[in-house]
């Protein structure tokens, strides 16, 4: 191998490379470099693919990337001599590349990692690499032999160690920076020339010798590696194809399951909820309740229950005409929507469906009955989605609404009353039986990827009428005036929980909690602040009070003043939701405030939306010209996130990429998962 018995009369062959295909070579492993490290960056990441089939298909991208660039350098370099490949030797010597790759990769991703940790997965790469390369070598057939050059070839094997630990150390240990295009792309360029400089150098280490008889005039083509470019090029695009069909299938499974129901797959209340806040004129809603399925499960068994819920959601869909949509919103509540369309086609199909539960229901050799009701509401301007949802649930709650299986259309003359009757008579007890409770929702610093702080949100769940949107019992609240005890309970419970991550040792970040506009004014707000601090032994630099646009606007001048008088206390106050309001730009300089919400409204679209973004973009500039700490919020998406860090302006990002709005449990599990990440990435 180093030192061969050359006869003597074989001369040295002298090679020529063609360098358009050199440099196609090079590029094929720096492509297979980024495939690979983009495959490898999702076995991090929660998916609906395991994570062993991230790794198995990076490995087999720089196996395959490895295999191609060598076998398309080796058709760069010609000789004077007839040459051919074996084969078998030519594909077995893939082999030892994908395996290298798996090891590396497998030991990149460990939890627990040390230098010693990426010594070995580089030294797992680069011998896989040499051994590829020096396999394929070995797969030559020519009337020449070859020899290496000791030196050269262990430099050709060291490079290909140390380039592969610099690209896999970068690689993991910058993964929050990944996130950064360019930061990939420069990584798999450095591992595409651990690839190509072993190659190049392993070339350099190998001379050829060859008898006079057997050197042809001029530099042969090698008519095998026509047999191999095909392949090559249609397994790369094979593995490009891959990675993009399952980044599409993941991102669409995991909006499936955020947005639909997993039993009867259909829209869920998130996306229920999401599809009212759009607003719109001559909205119809249906909401089906089925009535006593805790003795069918309990009869039966949950496994009927759940297959009857599956038959329920059948018929539902069989009557569902075009121009609706139904989602499931509960356990056993369905609701058809629908725009514009005649009130009495609706109806129409509403008792078209009740027909169907008026006899037994057969299912599995039993007959069930079916006890129902369907509540009906309507109305006219955009401006009262809200009430949409309350009248209909109204319907449901009222005591003469019987389970009849009729469909009841509501009236407010009959069914108002008791609806917001119920809401305010069981707030008291809701708070004080902890039917009210708080979600936090994190904020994340797009710089650094640091963690900004929570957002509190309210939530209630009802013993009678289940999980009550904000947007459902907050406006009765405020029409009745009792917006500002639930505002109190929240700034209370906010400040206790601070505390009691501080007791347990946990950073005390900011909360950010919501206040009504007009409570913005009131002096006793001031008060219950001064006291929850006193009481909690919190700073107030840890709250954050956020105003909304619109309310603000309403009493400028107290609120201005109001604002003032928190900022000189110390607390934080945030203008939320903003560019949903009118306020002028003169109003937004006199306002006393740190920190600019931008409304999701203007993220929706961004970054496919050119002209959403340059808004966006302005936005964002403005708000830091006058010194505003700027949040973004209800992102959602991987591209909004690029878009939004690739601005290189300091702002925060809010939504769901990060996180949903969790409970205290929940969210002190997501912190340990994300600290971990970042002490990672640090």
Not at 181 to 198: C, D, F, P, Q
Not at 224 to 246: C, E, K, Q, R, Y
């Amino acid at each position: 191998m180093f030192s061969p018995s050359i006869p003597q009369n074989y001369s040295e062959l002298s090679g020529d490379h063609s360098w358009p295909i050199v440099v196609l070579s090079i590029s094929m492993a720096c492509l297979a470099s980024y495939t690979a490290l983009s495959m490898n960056e999702r076995v991090q990441k929660n998916g609906f693919f395991h994570r062993s089939v991230w790794l198995v298909l990076a490995s087999l991208a720089m196996g395959f990337g490895i295999w191609s660039m060598h076998f398309i350098g080796m058709n760069a370099f010609s000789l004077p001599v007839s040459m051919s490949y074996n084969h078998l030797w030519t594909f077995l010597s893939i082999l030892p590349a994908i395996v290298a790759s798996f090891l590396a990769f497998h030991l990149a991703n460990k939890q627990n990692q040390s230098l010693m940790t990426f010594a070995l997965a580089g030294v797992a790469m680069g011998i896989g690499i040499a051994a590829m390369h020096y396999m394929g070598m070995e797969a030559m057939e020519m009337e020449a032999i070859h020899t290496y050059h000791a030196g050269l070839f262990t430099i050709s094997v060291v490079i290909a160690i140390v380039v592969s630990f610099v690209a896999l150390y970068i690689f993991s240990s910058l993964k929050q920076l990944m996130e950064k295009r360019l930061m990939k792309i420069l990584t798999a360029l450095i591992m595409g020339l651990a690839v190509s400089s072993m190659h190049y150098t392993g070339m350099a280490a190998v001379s050829f010798y060859a008898s006079p008889t057997s050197i042809l005039s001029g530099h042969a083509g090698h008519s095998d590696m026509n047999m191999l470019i095909g392949p090559v090029t249609a397994g790369m695009f094979f593995l490009l194809i891959s990675l993009l069909f399952s980044s599409l299938m993941d991102r669409y499974i995991d909006y499936r399951i955020s947005y639909f129901d997993g039993l009867t797959r259909l829209p869920n209340r998130r996306q229920f909820e999401k599809t009212l806040m759009k607003k719109s004129d001559n909205r119809l809603l249906a909401i089906w309740h089925f009535h006593g399925f805790e003795k069918i499960n309990n009869g039966y068994g949950y496994a009927f229950g759940d297959k009857l819920i599956q038959q329920i959601a059948l018929e539902l869909q069989d009557a569902r005409a075009g121009f609706m949509a139904l989602y499931r919103i509960e356990g056993n509540r369905f609701a058809f929507l629908s725009e514009e369309v005649d009130q009495d086609i609706f109806l129409r199909i509403m008792e078209t469906v009740a027909e169907k539960w008026r006899g037994p229901f057969y299912l599995e050799d039993k007959w069930i009955y079916l006890t129902s009701v369907c509540s009906v509401s309507f109305v006219k301007e955009a401006d009262t989605q809200h009430q949409l949802y309350s009248n209909a649930l109204a319907v449901l709650e009222h005591p003469l609404t019987r389970y009849d299986n009729e469909v009841v259309v509501y009236d407010p003359a009959v069914h108002t009353f008791s609806f917001d009757q119920k809401v305010l008579q069981g707030l008291g007890r809701a708070m004080a039986e902890e039917e009210l409770f708080l979600v936090y929702q994190p904020k994340i610093l797009a710089a650094s990827g640091q963690l900004d702080g929570f957002e509190a949100l309210i939530r209630w769940k009802h013993p009678t009428l289940g999980m009550l949107s904000p947007g459902v019992f907050i406006p009765i609240l405020e029409q009745n005036h009792r917006i500002d005890d639930v505002t109190d309970w929240v700034i209370d419970r906010a400040a206790r929980q601070l505390q009691q991550w501080t007791q347990s040792g946990l950073p005390g970040e900011k909360v950010a909690v919501n206040i009504p506009g007009e409570y913005i004014t009131s002096s006793k707000l001031s008060n219950v602040l001064k006291k929850v601090i006193d009481r909690y032994s919190i700073q107030p630099e840890q709250l954050e009070l956020e105003v909304t646009e619109t309310s603000v606007v309403q009493s400028a001048e107290s609120a201005i003043r109001a604002i003032h008088l928190f900022r000189e206390q110390g607390f934080s106050v945030a203008l939320d939701d903003f560019g949903t309001g009118v306020s002028s730009l003169s109003f937004l300089r006199q306002m006393p405030i740190n920190t600019l919400k931008i409304d999701k409204s203007f993220v929706d679209q961004v970054p496919q939306s050119e002209k959403d973004s340059a808004i966006l973009l302005a936005i964002i500039t403005l708000g830091q010209s006058l010194n505003l700490h700027i949040v973004i919020e209800g992102v959602e998406t991987a591209e909004q996130v690029d878009f939004l860090i690739s601005t290189d302006h300091p702002l925060a990002i809010q939504g769901y990429y990060y996180g949903k709005p969790m409970m205290p449990a929940e969210l002190e599990e997501w912190r340990r998962g994300f600290f971990r990440q970042t002490e990672e990435t640090s």
